[in-house]
């Protein structure tokens, strides 16, 4: 069962994991502009951030849930 704690607990992971794609994102962008020739920088860039911020979402949330789910208990 969803309770408003679990609930705001996935919401701060995923927030944490939109942080982590940004960050992820600049950077990576920026780095392989400056190593690499043509459209493929900005691609691994995006590609690697979904990737990060998909994976920082997971693990975060999942860690705030279940603290969260022990409280409640």
Request: charged fraction near 10%; glycine fraction near 14%.
């Amino acid at each position: 069962m969803m309770t408003p704690d679990r609930v705001s607990a996935w919401a701060t992971g995923i927030g944490i994991g939109f942080g982590a794609f940004m960050i992820t994102w600049v950077i990576l962008n920026r780095l392989t502009s400056i190593w690499s020739t043509g459209p493929q920088g900005p691609i691994i860039a995006l590609t690697t951030a979904v990737l990060v911020g998909g994976g920082v979402a997971l693990q975060r949330g999942t860690a705030l849930s279940r603290r969260t789910r022990n409280l409640a208990d």
